[in-house]
C-alpha cells in the first residue's frame, strides 16, 4: 500500500496569512492524527480525525482546525499564522481496529515557514 | 494530566556497547507505551509496543508501573541503530499520543 502523503511539502508564508495542509491516509484506515513537531516543544498533538469527526483535540488555540472527508483524507487549517506557527506539521493514519492503540504511520510532513 | 519525559537528548555510544534510553511516564489510568524511531531522512515510524512484549531490532522495553517507566534497551549497538528515538503514551480513547521530548543516538564506530 502507499504511505501517508503529505502536501504540499514545504510552505513559506507571513504573518496574519492563513494555510490549508492536506493529509491522505493509507487506503482503509480511517483515524487521521495531526502532531507540530518544532525544535523547542517537540512533538505536540493537535487533533484526531475519525469517520469526519474530531474525536481528540490538543491544547492549542482556535486558530487550529481541522477536517476529514468522506474518503478520510484530511486538512489542517491555520489562520492568522504568528511566527511561532513555522513547524514540521506530520499527519499519521491509522486503522483504528478496536481492542487497543493502533500504530500509528506517519507521513513526510509540511515545513511551515512564516516569516 | 499526561506526561513523557526522556532526560537523555543525546546518547553517544560505541558499536557493540549496550545502549538504554530511559522513558519516565506520568498517567494516573492504565497507559499504553510505545517507542518510535526516525533514522535520517526517513519518517517517525513505531519500533515497538508493550503490549507486544516482542524484540525489535534486537532492542526491547519493559513497562514498569511501579516506576511509570518503559526504558529501551539494546545490548549490543550497531551503526544503523543511530537515529532519534521517542517515547510515546497513548492514555485517551482514540489514537492521541503524547510524545517525550526525544533521544538522539548515535552508534560511534
Known amino acids: 500500500k502507499a504511505g501517508v502523503t503529505q502536501t504540499p511539502r514545504y510552505l513559506i508564508k507571513t504573518r496574519g496569512q492563513q494555510v490549508t495542509l492536506s493529509c491522505s491516509p493509507i487506503s482503509g484506515h480511517r483515524s487521521v492524527s495531526w502532531y507540530q513537531q518544532t525544535p523547542g516543544q517537540g512533538l505536540q498533538f493537535l487533533f484526531e480525525?475519525?469517520?469526519?469527526?474530531?474525536?481528540n483535540k490538543g491544547n492549542f488555540p482556535g486558530r487550529f482546525s481541522g477536517r476529514q472527508f468522506s474518503n478520510s483524507r484530511s486538512e489542517m487549517n491555520v489562520s492568522t499564522l504568528e511566527l511561532g506557527d513555522s513547524a514540521l506539521y506530520l499527519c499519521?493514519?491509522?486503522?483504528?481496529?478496536?481492542?487497543?492503540?493502533?500504530?500509528?504511520?506517519f507521513g513526510p510532513g509540511t515545513r511551515l515557514t512564516v516569516l | 494530566a499526561q506526561r513523557v519525559t526522556q532526560p537523555e537528548k543525546l546518547l553517544s555510544v560505541f558499536k557493540g556497547a549496550p545502549v538504554e534510553l530511559k522513558c519516565n511516564y506520568s498517567?494516573?489510568?492504565?497507559?499504553?507505551l510505545f517507542w518510535y524511531v526516525q533514522y535520517s531522512r526517513q519518517r517517525l515510524q513505531l519500533l515497538l509496543r508493550?503490549?507486544s512484549r516482542e524484540s525489535i531490532k534486537g532492542f526491547t522495553a519493559d513497562l514498569n508501573k511501579g516506576e511509570t517507566s518503559f526504558h529501551l534497551k539494546k545490548p549490543f549497538a550497531q551503526e544503523e541503530d543511530s537515529a532519534m528515538y521517542y517515547c510515546?503514551?497513548?492514555?485517551?480513547?482514540?489514537?492521541?499520543?503524547?510524545f517525550g521530548g526525544g533521544t538522539r543516538v548515535l552508534v560511534k564506530p
Open positions: 498517567y494516573s489510568g492504565s497507559p499504553e
Open positions: 499519521a493514519s491509522s486503522p483504528d481496529l478496536r481492542g487497543s492503540y493502533n500504530e500509528q504511520f
Open positions: 508493550h503490549i
Open positions: 510515546a503514551l497513548g492514555a485517551a480513547a482514540g489514537n492521541k499520543l503524547t
Open positions: 480525525y475519525f469517520s469526519e469527526t474530531q474525536r
